[in-house]
């Protein structure tokens, strides 16, 4: 087992302007740390309002666009570099409600004061039936053999 000398992985934990909610982001690196860098640096800046989910989902649209046209193609369009992050969010609004966006195959947990599981985000991994259909109707494909381990 080869054990890496760096770590791909990058955190956020910081206040939306006007205190609008909080943020606590994990940006689990894949393949190099050029994706998940940007996401820390960049993904609270597009998330300027929380107002509803589908303002939450187009943000994140907007920001992983900037960043395959501004980091992993060339001029003419061609893929480069194919290093990636897993995306999982948990956002604390000033009304006391946490938002939680997953994005790959990190797992958030919301647990009761006497450790029961109240809330669980669903990991979104290529051997689960329904991503892998989801993938392919995208126009995606799988190109690593996933063992399912159940």
Do not use: W
């Not at 369009?77 to 992050?85: E, K």
């Amino acid at each position: 087992m080869t054990i890496r000398s760096y770590n791909e992985d990058r955190i956020t934990a910081l206040a939306l302007p006007h205190n609008v909610a909080y943020i606590f982001a994990i940006y689990d690196g894949h393949g190099g740390c050029g994706c998940s860098s940007f996401l820390q640096s960049k993904l609270h800046h597009y998330l300027t309002s929380i107002a509803n989910a589908k303002h939450i989902e187009n943000s994140i649209m907007k920001c992983e666009n900037d960043f395959i046209s501004k980091h992993s193609t060339d001029n003419f369009g061609n893929l480069t570099d194919t290093n990636g992050s897993c995306v999982l969010i948990a956002m604390i609004t000033q009304e006391r409600k946490i938002i939680f966006v997953n994005i790959g195959d990190s797992r958030a947990l919301l647990l009761s004061s006497d450790h029961k599981v109240l809330f669980a985000t669903e990991d979104h991994k290529p051997n689960s039936p329904t991503e892998h259909l989801r993938i392919i109707k995208a126009g995606g494909s799988i190109y690593q053999n996933q063992m399912n381990y159940e």
